[in-house]
């Protein structure tokens, strides 16, 4: 080769050298990567790439889910290839191409249109026919009594009461006049004290001997076999049960606590503490502010006691439904209860077979 031969062929190279540089720098924007990285393992030219590591790829800011690492605007045709791929793999998006058009067109409405098994999921959504439902059993907001209903009050009186005839040398005519005379806890406390003073010979005045009548029901009063866990049964199933009881805080609350009924009920509710007794139907209206049933519907409201003109005249004017328990006696010319049994629990059970009637329900439209 002469010299212009040679002369021309450094000035050719020279002006090819800017072209490769200007594709080198074309290929590096938009594949993220150095030639160098590109070229073939082995030779001079392999030595200088490994000598001159290759730039990492650029990771975006907010990796997108599923494994996307770039975003959909970098890279060539080599990233989009590979994002195509993740996809395919990991089910987001359905796999494309005529053989999967060719297979979507033949499949059956209702079937799969991916060979391969992909389908989108079932979307939520409202029921297409009526939901069953099954039976429904309406709560009930029980207002319970407490004496002669879930304590024996009367008997824990009979019993100090026949101690304290023994102890005075009395004879069973004065058990049984003071046993007339209490009525039920319902009579005056002076003047059952005052036939007690009178019967027994006490001297003592008669508030003392109040407070030790008083004292001696809180010793023997017990509860009726059976109450605390019939309570927890009927609080098992959804109801609420509050206690509502005439009497002076100090007392009732002591018969409660000496029987163990708290920890079986929602609620307390003493005539002394609210300003109201029974048959005054405020009492069971605060009975039922206590629990946050106060709207509730008065048919699923039960006043259960053993006095009618007590418990079943309180329900009556609040306009609940009433239970009473009668151990054995007649109602006579009181006000009708709705449900009428011996004891708290046959009561209990009445209004039950009362209160559970499950039919099914309608159906939707």
Same mark, same amino acid.
């Given at each position: 080769?002469?010299?212009?031969?040679?002369?021309?062929?450094?000035?050719?190279?020279g002006?090819?050298?800017?072209?490769?540089?200007?594709?080198?720098?074309?290929?590096?924007?938009?594949?993220?990567?150095?030639?160098?990285?590109?070229?073939?393992?082995?030779?001079?030219?392999?030595?200088?790439?490994?000598?001159?590591?290759?730039?990492?790829?650029?990771?975006?800011?907010?990796?997108?889910?599923?494994?996307?690492?770039?975003?959909?605007?970098?890279?060539?045709r080599?990233?989009?290839r590979?994002?195509?791929?993740?996809?395919?793999?990991?089910?987001?998006?359905?796999?494309?191409?005529?053989?999967?058009?060719?297979?979507?067109?033949?499949?059956?409405?209702?079937?799969?249109?991916?060979?391969?098994?992909?389908?989108?999921?079932?979307?939520?959504?409202?029921?297409?026919?009526?939901?069953?439902?099954?039976?429904?059993?309406?709560?009930?907001?029980?207002?319970?009594?407490?004496?002669?209903?879930?304590?024996?009050?009367?008997?824990?009186?009979?019993?100090?009461?026949?101690?304290?005839?023994?102890?005075?040398?009395?004879?069973?005519?004065?058990?049984?006049?003071?046993?007339a005379?209490?009525?039920?806890?319902?009579?005056?406390?002076?003047d059952?004290?005052r036939?007690?003073a009178?019967?027994?010979?006490?001297?003592?005045?008669?508030?003392a001997v109040?407070?030790?009548?008083?004292?001696?029901?809180?010793?023997?009063?017990?509860?009726?076999?059976?109450?605390?866990?019939?309570?927890?049964?009927?609080?098992?199933?959804?109801?609420?049960?509050?206690?509502?009881?005439?009497?002076?805080?100090?007392?009732?609350?002591?018969?409660?606590?000496?029987?163990?009924?708290?920890?079986?009920?929602?609620?307390?509710?003493?005539?002394?503490?609210?300003?109201?007794?029974?048959?005054?139907?405020?009492?069971?209206?605060?009975?039922?502010?206590?629990v946050?049933?106060?709207?509730?519907?008065?048919?699923?409201?039960?006043?259960v006691g053993?006095?009618?003109?007590?418990?079943?005249?309180?329900?009556?004017? +609040?306009?609940?439904?009433?239970?009473?328990?009668?151990?054995?006696?007649?109602?006579?010319?009181?006000?009708?209860?709705?449900?009428?049994?011996?004891t708290?629990?046959?009561?209990?059970?009445?209004?039950?077979?009362?209160?559970?009637?499950?039919?099914? +329900?309608?159906a939707?439209?």
């Amino acid at each position: 080769m002469g010299a212009p031969d040679a002369e021309r062929a450094r000035q050719a190279r020279g002006r090819a050298r800017p072209r490769r540089e200007r594709r080198g720098r074309r290929r590096r924007r938009r594949c993220g990567r150095s030639p160098r990285a590109a070229l073939a393992r082995g030779g001079r030219a392999h030595a200088g790439a490994r000598a001159r590591p290759a730039r990492p790829v650029p990771r975006p800011r907010d990796a997108r889910p599923g494994g996307r690492d770039l975003p959909p605007h970098r890279g060539g045709r080599r990233a989009r290839r590979a994002r195509r791929a993740r996809d395919a793999r990991a089910r987001l998006t359905p796999p494309r191409g005529r053989a999967h058009a060719r297979a979507h067109r033949r499949t059956r409405p209702g079937a799969s249109a991916d060979p391969a098994g992909w389908a989108p999921g079932p979307r939520a959504g409202p029921p297409s026919g009526p939901v069953p439902r099954a039976g429904r059993v309406r709560r009930v907001i029980w207002l319970l009594d407490l004496d002669n209903t879930l304590v024996g009050r009367d008997d824990a009186f009979a019993l100090w009461a026949a101690d304290a005839v023994a102890r005075a040398g009395g004879s069973g005519d004065d058990l049984a006049a003071i046993v007339a005379a209490d009525g039920g806890g319902f009579a005056r406390k002076t003047d059952v004290a005052r036939v007690i003073a009178d019967r027994l010979g006490w001297e003592a005045d008669l508030p003392a001997v109040v407070e030790r009548f008083r004292a001696g029901i809180l010793a023997h009063v017990r509860a009726y076999p059976g109450v605390p866990a019939l309570l927890d049964g009927l609080r098992a199933e959804g109801d609420r049960v509050v206690v509502v009881t005439n009497g002076t805080s100090a007392q009732q609350r002591g018969k409660i606590a000496r029987c163990a009924l708290a920890p079986h009920v929602d609620a307390v509710v003493v005539s002394e503490e609210e300003g109201a007794a029974k048959p005054d139907p405020r009492l069971l209206e605060v009975a039922l502010e206590r629990v946050g049933a106060d709207g509730a519907d008065r048919r699923d409201v039960w006043m259960v006691g053993d006095a009618l003109h007590a418990d079943v005249a309180a329900g009556r004017a +609040a306009e609940v439904r009433t239970g009473w328990v009668s151990h054995g006696r007649d109602a006579g010319d009181g006000p009708a209860p709705d449900v009428v049994g011996r004891t708290v629990h046959d009561v209990v059970a009445a209004v039950r077979a009362l209160a559970a009637p499950a039919g099914p +329900a309608p159906a939707r439209p």
